[in-house]
């Protein structure tokens, strides 16, 4: 599975984003898609998910202005990102998990976008 990213930049406090991510190849076995977001010094966090049958998680700290959401046909998911703040400032990243079931079992796998800067800043 490979992952392409658009969107990102700077925006005003206040400002709104809109990300979204493309994925191709093995897309039949992908059962969620989802960004997270990386800030300097702290670790990788999850900001939104969106599995293949629609459930949808949303970080706590986002929910409300934040909105994920896809398009099924296109193979693609979106962050809507509204009321943005400076402690939104981080590089975000699109990920896949792919879910592989053989007779020997289940196995997960997890694929990575290659970032994009989103910074927050007046």
């Known amino acids: 599975v490979q992952l392409v990213e658009f969107g990102g930049g700077s925006v005003q406090p206040g400002g709104s984003l809109r990300l979204s991510c493309a994925a191709s190849?093995?897309?039949?076995?992908?059962?969620?898609m989802g960004w997270y977001r990386q800030a300097p010094g702290k670790e990788r966090e999850l900001v939104a998910r969106?599995?293949?049958?629609?459930?949808?998680n949303v970080e706590d700290s986002v929910r409300g202005r934040f909105a994920i959401s896809r398009d099924s046909a296109k193979n693609t998911v979106y962050l809507q990102m509204n009321s943005l703040k400076p402690e939104d400032t981080a590089v975000y990243y699109c990920?896949?998990?792919?879910?592989?079931?053989?007779?020997?079992?289940?196995?997960?796998?997890?694929?990575w976008g290659q970032g994009t800067q989103v910074t927050v800043s007046s």
């Open positions: 990920n896949a998990m792919v879910v592989v079931r053989t007779i020997e079992g289940k196995s997960e796998f997890n694929y």
């Open positions: 190849g093995s897309t039949s076995y992908i059962e969620a």
């Open positions: 969106i599995t293949s049958s629609g459930v949808i």
